[in-house]
């Protein structure tokens, strides 16, 4: 065992003069393992199934209970999935143990999944023995790994265990409270618990992410959840005996979806500085309204198709999640672009005054539903070939 532990500290060692490298600009490779896409897989179930909560429409709108609800679930689900990816992003090595807290992370997942739903109050213990489970491995392998750390990664490493130790024991409280004040201090400790690290930045950028990597990671959760709106719209719109309209809006709504992926990986893929050295901030948490705003078109998508919301409703609705995405894509890519390719004021004016004319035209003229969608593939077509080349 002593021999065990000293390969292990002798390990980590080499790892953190290797990561030193970083600040002589000098930028480690990290490649994404099997098991965290695997990993992924799991999440995008949980998506999928906060998304659902959006479908529940009733007298043509979703009331905002249920875009709360929508909301509340998400963020606990993101906020899981990015402690662990940051854990592995700064700290993360393919080591047998880190594989055991992965899985069994997996398992407080499915907890968590199979807890998720509109009825909070009926699942709530399940669902915070899923989400605390989570939190709690993550912090917990924090603390392990500050042992064989120095310096700056030590500090670290100390701070964000913590942290989230901290905001773990607050959401745990919420079992001694019932009605509105459980789901009060629930998030109380979830907002701490994300706070704190913006808090600490200044700590946080001493030991900058992978920057790479970091992309990498969100860039495959998103590519899944893209997946997933495609198969989703899919499930819901079936062409059948030649109808035309249905067959023309799965056309149009998968050239939307195409037109938003393209400018997305195009960016990370050629217009990014993957060397840059930050904290990784900006990423993370622009990506918790890419994501969400991702999941509310599809929903849009499908309930303008089914013609089961309101008109005007599903216009504020179905622009506005495109309003989040465009606004939450430009915010992550502008900081993070090489400089000759960052975007001027007046590219923002030019696309947010495209998305303005359309708006007005639909709220002054009754138009059908797959002119809108038609409209929005515009929309990300002129916004691809604008950020993309």
């Known amino acids: 065992m002593k021999y065990a532990s000293l390969v292990y500290k002798t390990k980590y060692i080499n ?6 490298r970083k600040g002589c600009g000098v930028v480690e490779e990290k490649k994404v393992t099997w098991l965290e896409l695997f990993y992924d897989l799991l999440f995008v179930a949980a998506v999928a199934t906060a998304t659902h909560v959006l479908l529940h429409v009733e007298q043509g709108y979703i009331h905002g209970e249920y875009l709360l609800k929508f909301v509340l679930i998400f963020i606990p689900i993101w906020w899981a999935w990015t402690g662990q ?3 592995i992003n700064r700290f993360g090595q393919d080591f047998l143990h880190q594989r055991i807290f992965m899985i069994l992370q997996m398992l407080f997942v499915l907890i968590m999944i199979s807890s998720l739903s509109v009825d909070f109050d009926q699942y709530y213990v399940s669902f915070l023995i899923g989400y605390i489970g ?7 392998q924090y603390l392990i790994v500050q042992k064989f750390e120095q310096s700056e990664r030590k500090k670290v490493a100390v701070f964000l265990g913590v ?25 109380t400790g979830i907002a701490v618990d994300m706070i704190l ?13 992978n920057t790479a990597h970091l992309l990498e990671r969100f860039a495959l959760l998103t590519l899944i959840l893209f997946g997933e709106s495609v198969v989703s719209i899919l499930a819901v719109i079936q062409p059948q005996k030649g109808d035309w309209n249905t067959i023309l809006f799965s056309v149009i709504s998968f ?3 195409i037109a938003m992926w393209w400018q997305y990986f195009e960016n990370v893929e050629k217009k990014v500085n993957k ?27 499908k309930l303008m198709f089914l013609h089961e919301v309101q008109y005007t409703f599903s216009l504020y609705f179905v622009f506005g999640s495109v309003l989040l995405y465009f606004m939450a894509t430009t915010l992550v890519f502008h900081q993070y672009r090489f400089e000759e390719h960052r975007l001027k004021v007046y590219h923002l004016g030019l696309f947010l005054g495209i998305l303005a004319v359309f708006f007005i035209i639909n709220l002054l003229l009754v138009v059908p539903s797959t002119l809108i969608i038609g409209e929005l593939a515009i929309f990300f077509i002129i916004y691809a070939r604008f950020t993309t080349t």
């Open 15 to 20: 790892d953190s003069l290797i990561n030193d």
């Open 85 to 87: 990816t940051m854990f």
């Open 134 to 140: 989570l939190r709690a491995l993550t912090s917990i």
């Open 163 to 187: 942290c989230f130790g901290i905001g773990i024991f607050i959401s745990l409280l919420s079992l001694f409270f019932d009605s509105w004040v459980r789901y009060a201090v629930l998030y």
């Open 197 to 209: 690290p913006i808090l600490g930045h200044k700590r946080l950028a001493k030991l900058p992410t």
């Open 255 to 257: 050239v939307l979806i």
């Open 275 to 301: 060397s840059i050295q930050r904290a990784g901030q900006t990423i993370i948490y622009g990506h918790l309204l890419i994501l969400m705003s991702l999941s509310m078109i599809a929903a849009s998508i």
